[in-house]
C-alpha cells in the first residue's frame, strides 16, 4: 500500500505560482507512475500532469503545457507540480495519484491505484 500526502496548495493571484508536493510513503518500491488531477466545482476530474518514475515518460494537459512541470526527488519519494502564470481557470482541488501497474495510461485515472486526500489551489483574478 502506498500513501499519499499533498501540499502546498493555497491562494494566489492571477498570474503568479505555487509549487505542490506530493510526498509518498509506504510500499513505493512499488510506484510505476505518478501524475496530478485536479476537479473544479461541477466538473469531472480532469488529468493534469503524469509521468513514470523513472521520467523516460512524461505527459501534460494541453491547457497547463508551457505554465506547469511536473518533477520528481527519489531520494524524498516525492512528485512536484511547479504551477506558473496561474489563472482563474486553475482553480480546482489538486490530487497526486500513483500508478502501481506497468500498462496503465499516465493520462487516465481509471488506471491510478492510489490517491491522496487533495490540496485546494485557489487563483483570484
Known amino acids: 500500500q502506498v500513501q499519499l500526502v499533498e501540499s502546498g496548495g493555497g491562494l494566489v493571484q492571477a498570474g503568479g505560482s505555487l509549487r505542490l508536493s506530493c510526498a509518498a510513503s509506504?510500499?513505493?518500491?512499488?510506484?510505476?507512475?505518478m501524475g496530478w488531477f485536479r476537479q473544479a466545482p461541477g466538473k469531472e476530474r480532469e488529468f493534469v500532469a503524469g509521468?513514470?518514475?523513472?521520467?523516460?515518460?512524461?505527459y501534460y494537459a494541453d491547457s497547463v503545457k508551457g505554465r506547469f512541470s511536473i518533477s520528481r526527488d527519489n531520494a524524498k519519494n516525492t512528485v512536484y507540480l511547479q504551477m506558473n502564470s496561474l489563472k482563474p481557470e486553475d482553480t480546482a482541488v489538486y490530487y497526486c495519484?500513483?500508478?502501481?501497474?506497468?500498462?496503465?495510461?499516465?493520462?487516465?485515472?481509471?488506471?491510478?491505484?492510489?490517491w491522496g486526500q487533495g490540496t485546494q489551489v485557489t487563483v483570484s483574478s
Open positions: 495519484a500513483v500508478q502501481r501497474g506497468a500498462l496503465g495510461d499516465l493520462r487516465s485515472d481509471r488506471d491510478y491505484d492510489y
Open positions: 509506504g510500499r513505493t518500491f512499488s510506484i510505476y507512475a
Open positions: 509521468m513514470r518514475w523513472s521520467g523516460s515518460i512524461i
